[in-house]
Each structure stands twice: as C-alpha cells, then as structure tokens.
C-alpha cells in the first residue's frame, strides 16, 4: 500500500517498538498482527487517522500491559527474591562496616556528620565503603554483634500486629509485601528523625543506628518468605 | 454454587458473547470490531488479549495459533473459542441476572423503583 507520494504506507515504528519493549513476547506477536491488519483496512480511506489509532491503541495496549506486569505474582515473586537478598546482603555489610571498621580514612569530608545524622544508607555511595566493608569480614570473631534487644522488640511487635490484622483480614501477598516494607522502613525513619532532631554524642548513635538495621535484617527474610508463601497459596486458587 | 465457580465480570461476558457470536477462527482484531460495531466499545487490544488470557488460565476459553498473512505484516492470528466451561459459567451469570431484574423497573427519568414481590 502507497500514500499519496508513493511512498509505503507502514505503522508508525516508535509505537510499534513501544508495544515490542511493553508488551510480553508470547503476546507481541499476534497483537501487533491484529493491530497492523486493521490499520492498513483504516489507513486505506484516512493516513494520519490510521496513525492517530495505532499510536492510541499502542499507548493504551503498552500502559495495560505495563500495569498488569507490574501487578502479577510472577513479577512479585522476582522482586520479593531479588529485593531481600540484595537488602539481606547491603544491611549485613553496613552492620559488619558499622562494628569492625574504625576509620572513615577515603570517605568524603562531611560522611562523619551523615552518619551521626542517621543517614546510614548513605554509606554504600561511598566508594571506600566496599574495599572497607568487605574487608571488615576478616575481624569477624562471632556473630552475636547480630543481637539487638531493641530490634528484637521491634520486629516482635511488627510480627504480632501482622498476626493480628492477618486474622481480621487475609492479607494477600501485595499486601503483605507492603506491610513489611512499612514496617521496616517506618522504625528506620523515625531513627533519623530522632537522631536529627536530638543531636545526640556519638557514642549514642551508634545503638540507635543498630536498631534501625537489624530490625530490617531480621523482618526482611520472614516477609520475603511470607510473601512467596502466599504467592504459592494465591497460584494454586488461581488454578481451580 | 459452589464457592470455587466464581462471578464473570461485565467485560468477560461480553468478550465470552462476542466470540459465541464469531463462532469459530474468532481473533482478536475481530473480536474489537464486533464490540465498536455492536455495542460501540472502543477497546484497547491489549485490554481484550489480557480478559482472553484471564479467561483461557479459567478454563472457559481455548485458543490455537493460526496462520500468518501478508495483510498482518507476516504475523500470525491466535483463535480463540468458548469452551463448555464457558458456556456454563455464562449461562449461570445471565440467570444471576435474570433473578436479579425480576421486579426492577426502571422509570423514563432514569430514577430506579423496586417493587417488593412475594418470593
């Protein structure tokens, strides 16, 4: 098919990769066929309508796709793995950094007043961190710098609450997904805002800042397998 | 009903009529045609792909991968048809309905009236 000027008439090729890149290769296939097949029946009488259409449905197609991708079990379960055994590995650095290593030789000028700010995480931008971290691991002569009474605490009463509202309202794994990324990150940012609000000497921080890591530490591999748990749970319903 | 045989929503029942209403070598881009023309729903294909792949993991649908054509850019057609399933959980959504619409009435200013029948 040829437009005015002889030239031929194709879909437009960025909505077309839009729909490449958005939309699963077990779907691609069939839905661009659908899609082109109507455009050249519509391009036949208007072009740029023709066009306007495909660029619509693409976009629409694409952000469906996207939403529903974003929202499966399979795409949960990856970033359940993915996500506590990436943060499972970061945290067990910084509280093995934070215990063993005692100079900030390397680290930018202002770190010290980062750290005693709460701001932790700021740590792993900093590229003496990991030499340091890493090599922190050789002083290590026991484990039970891991034990913290206060995250212990912590990380019971998050586990009871959950008990609690999961006996009201079964949780579905998005939602318990959620509800552990609160309760980790809910303790950790009330231990910067304490720490910024009440400027307290350094020897003081440093047990608040254990808190606010080990109870990520020790909420984060139970979430995860509460979540691929139901995952489970949610699939085998899915397939009766 | 048992509480395994869930609902259709409004969507599937229609997608599920509107391939009873193809008959077989029912696909998507007809599929979207049928609707704009019949009911003048102007769905997204992607929107139409993800109910048909919702109701085949249901079992109320199965489909085939059909043959490629130039007109499609050499891409190939996926069918799709109801299967007994189907049938059965649109049967039951259309007498849900019908018990349902039993005493409505619906006024010409759109107001709703219920009127109250002996069961």
């Given at each position: ?24 290769k077990s779907?691609?296939e ?37 939403k ?28 093995i ?13 202002h ?17 003496a ?112 | ?19 009873l ?18 009911v ?38 996926r ?13 039951r ?14 006024n ?12």
């Amino acid at each position: 098919m040829f437009n005015s000027k002889n030239k031929p008439v194709s879909p437009p090729t960025a909505a077309t990769k839009l729909l490449l890149w958005c939309v699963p290769k077990s779907a691609v296939e069939y839905i661009l066929g659908d899609l082109e097949e109507e455009f050249y029946v519509r391009a036949k009488h208007n072009i740029i309508a023709a066009k306007y259409w495909f660029w619509q449905q693409s976009m629409y197609s694409s952000g469906i796709y996207l939403k529903h991708n974003a929202a499966s079990l399979d795409f949960l379960k990856k970033l359940t793995v993915l996500f506590s055994l990436c943060l499972f590995f970061v945290i067990l650095q910084l509280i093995i950094w934070l215990n063993f290593s005692d100079s900030l030789e390397n680290f930018s000028p202002h770190f010290w007043d980062t750290l005693v700010s709460g701001y932790i995480h700021m740590a792993v931008f900093e590229s003496a961190f990991w030499p340091h971290s890493i090599g922190s691991w050789q002083e290590i002569n026991g484990w039970s710098f891991l034990l913290d009474g206060s995250a212990m605490v912590l990380t019971l009463l998050s586990g009871c609450l959950f008990t609690f509202l999961n006996q009201r309202r079964k949780f579905l794994a998005h939602q318990i997904f959620l509800f552990g990324c609160g309760a980790m990150v809910i303790p950790y940012i009330f231990g910067i805002g304490y720490l910024n609000a009440f400027s307290l000497p350094a020897l003081m921080v440093g047990p608040i800042l254990s808190t606010m890591l080990c109870n990520v530490l020790y909420l984060l591999l139970p979430v995860a397998y509460l979540v691929l748990r139901k995952i489970k749970l949610q699939n085998i319903d899915l397939n009766f | 009903m048992s509480d395994k045989e869930k609902f259709l929503g409004e969507f599937e029942q229609v997608v599920l009529l509107a391939l009873l209403r193809i008959g077989h070598d029912a696909y998507g881009a007809e599929i979207r045609q049928l609707l704009h023309e019949q009911v003048n729903r102007n769905v997204a294909i992607g929107a139409l792909y993800l109910t048909l792949e919702r109701l085949e993991k249901k079992g109320m649908v199965n489909s085939t991968l059909g043959e490629s054509t130039p007109e499609r850019g050499g891409r190939a057609k996926r069918y799709f048809e109801v299967t007994g399933k189907g049938q059965k959980a649109l049967s039951r959504s259309r007498d849900v309905f019908n018990i349902m619409w039993q005493g409505v009435t619906l006024n010409p200013s759109d107001k709703l009236t219920v009127e109250y029948i002996d069961v």
